[in-house]
């Protein structure tokens, strides 16, 4: 099985002012969020980040690319984090789920 090469994303650690984008119509809409979709907004870029990385591993694999330790305990964190977001989000999603229907069944 043959996957291709993703672009190189690099994720900033943090937002400094010169790297902080200037404000626009999306993300005034975004300010206007509620704290549910931005908390699900935020676990969709994890996830993104983590399949991303993988994507890579996978890449680096099949290039024959060798990991070193380092690499090794670096890519079992990331696939650990990478986990942990999808199972978070999932659990959110069924929480939700359950709350909308017992507001629904009490309009009954």
């Known amino acids: 099985m ?8 690099s994720f900033p650690t943090s937002v400094t002012r010169e790297s902080a984008t200037p404000p626009t119509t999306a993300s005034a809409s975004r300010a206007l969020a509620s704290p549910f979709v931005e908390v699900m907004r935020s676990l ?10 993988v994507r890579g591993v996978l890449w680096a694999s099949s290039a024959r690319q060798t990991f070193g330790p380092t690499e090794l305990l670096a890519l079992q964190a ?9 199972d978070l989000a999932a659990k959110l ?3 939700a789920g359950t709350d909308v229907k017992t507001v629904l069944q009490g309009q009954q």
């Open 78 to 86: 990331g696939i650990y984090r990478y986990g942990e977001t999808v």
């Open 93 to 95: 999603v069924d929480k």
């Open 2 to 9: 043959l996957v291709a090469p993703t672009p190189d994303r």
């Open 44 to 53: 969709g870029h994890e996830a993104e980040r983590g399949e991303a990385m």
